[in-house]
T-cell receptor
C-alpha cells in the first residue's frame, strides 16, 4: 500500500536556527498536507499543496510539492520555542488519508 | 472556531472491559474520523463516517466498532479492551467528502491494564 516516509524522525534545534524536514512516498500524490501537533493537543493544518512544483508559505513556514509528485519539503525559518511539536506530512483524497510517522522538533537547551 | 471535543483526556480500563470513546463536533461537518496515535507510527485511521448511520473501515478496524446516530457525534467502541489497545485516540471532523482539512480533538489517552 501507499506509504509516507518522513525524515528526520526527530531533531533538536537552537532557537533562531532554520529547520528542514521532508516526506517521500512510494506513489505519485495529487495533494500534500503538512500538520503540526503541539504537545497535548490534536494536529492542526499548516499548509496544503495541490500542484507539482507548488511553493507555499505560511509566515515563517514554507512548503514545496516536489516536481516528481513523490515528495514534499517543509522549512521553518528562524525557529522559536513555540515551533516545538510533531510535524506530519499527510496525503489526503476523497477516499484515503495517510499520515507520515512524524518529525519531532525539540529546542536544544 | 471549529470545536471538536472528546469525552475524556485520560482513561484507564481493565482488559476485557467494554470502552466507549465519545466525540462531538459543533460545526455541522459531514465527515468524522477516529485515529490512534502510537510513537513512531504517526496517526492510523480506524474508522470514518461520511454521514449519519454510515461508517467505513479505515486501515486498522480490528477490535473496534463505531456508532454515528447523530451528525455531531461519533463514538468509538472497544468491545473487549486489550492491552495492545493502549494508545492515544484522536477524533477529527471535516466539512464534506473531499475536503482536505481535518479538525482534531485534543485526544484521549487510553491505558488498558
Amino acid at each position: 500500500g501507499q506509504q509516507l516516509n518522513q525524515s528526520p524522525q526527530s531533531m533538536f534545534i537552537q532557537e533562531g536556527e532554520d529547520v528542514s524536514m521532508n516526506c517521500t512516498s512510494s506513489s505519485i500524490f495529487n495533494t500534500w498536507l503538512w500538520y503540526k501537533q503541539d504537545p497535548g493537543e490534536g494536529p492542526v493544518l499548516l499548509i496544503a499543496l495541490y500542484k507539482a512544483g507548488e511553493l507555499t508559505s505560511n509566515g515563517r513556514l514554507t512548503a514545496q510539492f516536489g516536481i516528481t509528485r513523490k515528495d514534499s519539503f517543509l522549512n521553518i525559518s528562524a525557529s522559536i520555542p513555540s515551533d516545538v511539536g510533531i510535524y506530519f506530512c499527510v496525503y489526503s483524497s476523497a477516499s484515503k488519508i495517510i499520515f507520515g510517522s512524524g518529525t519531532r522538533l525539540s529546542i536544544r537547551p | 472556531d471549529v470545536k471538536v471535543t472528546q469525552s475524556s483526556r485520560y482513561l484507564v480500563k481493565r482488559t476485557g472491559e467494554k470502552v466507549f470513546l465519545e466525540c462531538v463536533q459543533d460545526m455541522d461537518h459531514e465527515n468524522m474520523f477516529w485515529y490512534r496515535q502510537d510513537p513512531g507510527l504517526g496517526l492510523r485511521l480506524i474508522y470514518f463516517s461520511y454521514d449519519v448511520k454510515m461508517k467505513e473501515k479505515g486501515d486498522i478496524p480490528e477490535g473496534y466498532s463505531v456508532s454515528r446516530e447523530k451528525k455531531e457525534r461519533f463514538s468509538l467502541i472497544l468491545e473487549s479492551a486489550s492491552t495492545n489497545q493502549t494508545s492515544m485516540y484522536l477524533c477529527a471532523s471535516s466539512l464534506a467528502r473531499g475536503a482536505y482539512e481535518q479538525y482534531f480533538g485534543p485526544g484521549t489517552r487510553l491505558t488498558v491494564t
